[in-house]
């Protein structure tokens, strides 16, 4: 590994004391290497105090370690394999924010923030970013799942915010971006506060500091954030007692409704991609999300039987009278989905589904009144 000897023994140096010790007596020399590195000024107290974040300089060190492997000097050495072992150490921790970061193209984004103690959403300098405090038991949920592997915090949070507005929708279509960073607790917040009262001034630099420091990329995909680009934000305002209802009523140990709620988010950010390109795979997915909506409907009115599909119907008929046509529009969505997964079926049988803007609309707006019934017993307002 050919890192310059000066600078590799301040690295060197800092990765030993922090592992050892958990916190670093001299500094300025670190500081300058990294600051002259990632090209930034020296900055104000609270930039220093990040920088010297032993995440940051794992961080730091892990980025210089790789660009030195991607030139071609491979590692020798019992220093740089000890080197090698500081970088990944990882001391014990019980929980981990993580901030997720999105896409401007295809999204519409809320324009109001809504924090909680576990979980913030929040604009910065009119860019949507979202942050939630997560065990680290639920990192062995991660499974390579798509999005980005949402948290189950984060799958609640924007269920909250996308399902709380009015009956029908959707109204807002959050577009992931690989622009994720699960961070120590202490790197964003002081040991008196929580996710509701975060900085986000502090968040973004964090995250400004962690972009400058990641090498890079050597060649494979990346879905960035498009930084630069310019955002839109929905026009409907959140009544804030039914967002904090619907998120009070989330329960994170719910597996139906955490499933239902991530095939619908994901249906909506599938349909504003690449104009319709995955408009079957949307529709798919909100099929398979309207059909978790009925078994939460099933479980609010009678909890603990095994889910029936009629008596299910006539619930939604008496519940929902304003809208004397779910019902149809339910039964319509079971052949829709017949007609997606096979061709050989009773209707309209072709390998090109017959497929129409107004099945997505249709079907989300109904998904999204019925999740939120299914939660909290109370019915979405319409739209003014």
Same mark, same amino acid.
């Given at each position: 590994?050919?890192?310059?000897?000066?600078?590799?023994?301040?690295?060197?140096?800092?990765l030993?004391?922090?592992?050892?010790?958990?916190?670093?007596? %001299?500094?300025?020399?670190?500081? %300058?290497v990294?600051?002259?590195?990632?090209?930034?000024?020296?900055?104000?107290?609270?930039?220093?105090?990040?920088?010297?974040?032993?995440?940051?300089?794992?961080?730091?060190a892990?980025?210089?370690?790789?660009?030195?492997?991607?030139?071609?000097?491979?590692?020798?050495?019992?220093?740089?394999?000890?080197?090698?072992?500081?970088?990944?150490?990882?001391?014990?921790?019980?929980?981990?924010?993580?901030?997720?970061?999105?896409?401007?193209?295809?999204?519409?984004?809320?324009?109001q923030?809504?924090?909680?103690?576990?979980?913030?959403?929040?604009?910065?300098?009119?860019?949507?970013?979202?942050?939630?405090?997560?065990?680290?038991?639920?990192?062995?949920?991660?499974?390579? @799942?798509?999005?980005?592997?949402?948290?189950?915090?984060?799958?609640?949070?924007?269920?909250?915010?996308?399902?709380?507005?009015?009956?029908?929708?959707?109204?807002?279509?959050?577009?992931?971006?690989?622009?994720?960073?699960?961070?120590?607790?202490?790197?964003i917040? %002081?040991?008196?506060?929580?996710?509701?009262?975060?900085?986000?001034?502090?968040?973004?630099?964090?995250?400004?500091?962690?972009?400058?420091?990641?090498?890079? %990329?050597?060649g494979?995909?990346?879905?960035?954030?498009?930084p630069?680009?310019r955002?839109?934000?929905?026009?409907?305002?959140?009544?804030?007692?039914?967002?904090?209802?619907?998120?009070?009523?989330?329960?994170?140990?719910?597996?139906? @409704?955490?499933?239902? @709620?991530?095939?619908?988010?994901?249906? @909506?950010?599938?349909?504003?991609?690449?104009?319709?390109?995955?408009?079957?795979?949307?529709?798919?997915?909100?099929?398979?999300?309207?059909?978790?909506?009925? $078994?939460?409907?099933?479980?609010?009115?009678?909890?603990?039987?095994?889910?029936?599909?009629?008596?299910?119907?006539d $619930?939604?008929?008496?519940?929902?009278?304003?809208?004397?046509?779910?019902?149809?529009?339910?039964?319509?969505? *079971?052949?829709?989905?017949?007609?997606?997964?096979?061709?050989?079926?009773?209707?309209?049988?072709?390998?090109?589904?017959?497929?129409?803007?107004?099945?997505?609309?249709?079907?989300?707006g109904?998904?999204?009144?019925?999740?939120? *019934?299914?939660?909290?017993?109370?019915i979405?307002?319409?739209?003014?």
């Amino acid at each position: 590994m050919h890192m310059d000897r000066i600078h590799f023994d301040v690295v060197f140096s800092a990765l030993e004391e922090i592992t050892e010790n958990g916190v670093l007596r %001299s500094s300025d020399r670190l500081i %300058s290497v990294i600051c002259e590195k990632i090209d930034i000024p020296r900055g104000d107290k609270e930039t220093t105090e990040i920088l010297l974040h032993p995440h940051v300089i794992r961080a730091f060190a892990e980025s210089s370690y790789l660009e030195q492997i991607f030139e071609g000097n491979d590692p020798t050495g019992e220093e740089e394999k000890k080197f090698l072992n500081l970088i990944g150490y990882k001391p014990p921790s019980e929980e981990l924010i993580r901030i997720r970061r999105f896409r401007s193209i295809g999204g519409r984004y809320p324009a109001q923030d809504f924090r909680t103690e576990d979980g913030t959403y929040g604009l910065i300098d009119f860019e949507p970013f979202l942050m939630t405090r997560n065990p680290i038991d639920w990192q062995k949920e991660d499974f390579g @799942a798509e999005l980005g592997s949402m948290t189950r915090g984060e799958i609640k949070l924007l269920a909250s915010l996308m399902f709380s507005l009015f009956a029908g929708g959707p109204y807002l279509y959050f577009q992931f971006s690989d622009h994720v960073y699960d961070l120590p607790v202490d790197l964003i917040l %002081s040991v008196e506060d929580n996710l509701s009262t975060i900085s986000l001034r502090r968040v973004k630099t964090v995250t400004q500091i962690l972009d400058r420091i990641k090498p890079p %990329s050597q060649g494979w995909f990346e879905l960035t954030h498009d930084p630069g680009g310019r955002y839109e934000f929905s026009g409907h305002e959140h009544d804030f007692d039914r967002l904090d209802k619907l998120n009070s009523a989330f329960d994170l140990s719910n597996d139906l @409704a955490l499933r239902t @709620a991530f095939l619908m988010i994901k249906a @909506a950010s599938l349909w504003t991609t690449g104009g319709r390109v995955f408009s079957e795979n949307a529709l798919a997915d909100l099929l398979f999300g309207l059909e978790g909506c009925l $078994h939460l409907v099933h479980q609010r009115f009678n909890p603990g039987a095994n889910f029936e599909v009629q008596p299910t119907f006539d $619930h939604i008929d008496l519940t929902f009278p304003h809208f004397p046509g779910y019902v149809g529009i339910l039964q319509d969505a *079971y052949d829709k989905r017949i007609q997606i997964v096979h061709p050989e079926n009773r209707i309209d049988s072709s390998w090109i589904p017959n497929l129409w803007a107004e099945d997505f609309y249709d079907n989300f707006g109904l998904g999204s009144d019925l999740f939120y *019934y299914a939660l909290t017993g109370d019915i979405l307002p319409e739209s003014p």
